[in-house]
């Protein structure tokens, strides 16, 4: 049971947003090089969370790097992980990002969904389309493109890959988006930044908290249909 009501996102209006989807373009998944720890702030009482959401949040030791609890408290309830009833009227088995809303949405059957916060690109570097998850990983090692180093220098000393751990780039776990047999260079992928969830902040790809996205890619079978409108 969902904690909150859905966002409002007519069936009618996301078919509408799917007629007009281009191709992925290609483009480099970042951000900034490293994952950026969420820093302290006035945020409100965690004794008002539910602690069904904490649990969803919480440490995970058992990682090969062992992940910390997220601080949910600095996110908005919306974006909290919840099965929801399924506003896009796509099949059991498929992924789609509403990027109006922050939404990631992996559709359930008998006409639900699994409902994630996320956070998008900024301005210059956002993407729509469809594909397919190729294959997934695990700790992945992030390769920045070339055209991206060139666009940020710093990243030079990642160009034959940036070691798996908790400021990866790519952080727990990514799954990668291809269109047939092309990598589109796009990724779902996680992040420790909870301030970064229902923002645009990332070049390009779409990223999820560590719980969340440790949670999608047990879910998502390889080969799954993505759509991103």
């Not at 970042?30 to 950026?36: E, F, H, I, L, N």
């Not at 009482?45 to 997220?70: G, H, K, N």
């Not at 990642?158 to 798996?164: A, D, L």
């Amino acid at each position: 049971m969902s904690h909150f009501s859905d966002a409002t996102l007519s069936r009618r209006a996301f078919l509408t947003g799917l007629t007009g989807l281009g191709a992925l373009t290609l483009a480099g998944c970042s951000t900034g090089g490293t994952a950026r720890l969420a820093t302290a702030a006035v945020t409100p009482a965690r004794s008002s969370i539910p602690l069904d959401v904490l649990a969803m949040y919480a440490a995970r030791p058992e990682e090969d790097y062992p992940v910390p609890a997220a601080d949910i408290s600095m996110l908005q309830p919306a974006y909290w992980r919840q099965e929801v009833a399924n506003p896009t009227g796509e099949r059991e088995g498929r992924v789609i990002v509403d990027t109006a809303n922050y939404f990631l949405y992996f559709t359930l059957p008998e006409g639900r969904a699994m409902r994630y916060g996320v956070g998008l690109g900024r301005a210059g570097f956002e993407w729509s389309g469809k594909g397919h998850i190729a294959y997934k990983r695990k700790w992945p090692v992030w390769t920045p493109p070339a055209e991206m180093i060139e666009r940020q220098p710093e990243l030079e000393i990642y160009r034959n890959g940036q070691p798996p751990g908790l400021l990866n780039a790519l952080g727990a776990r990514a799954l990668y988006i291809h269109q047939g047999s092309r990598d589109t260079l796009y990724r779902l992928h996680g992040t420790m930044d909870v301030a970064s969830i229902g923002k645009a902040v990332s070049s390009g790809c779409v990223r999820l908290l560590f719980q969340d996205v440790i949670d999608l890619y047990e879910r998502v079978p390889n080969g799954a249909p993505i759509m991103v409108v």
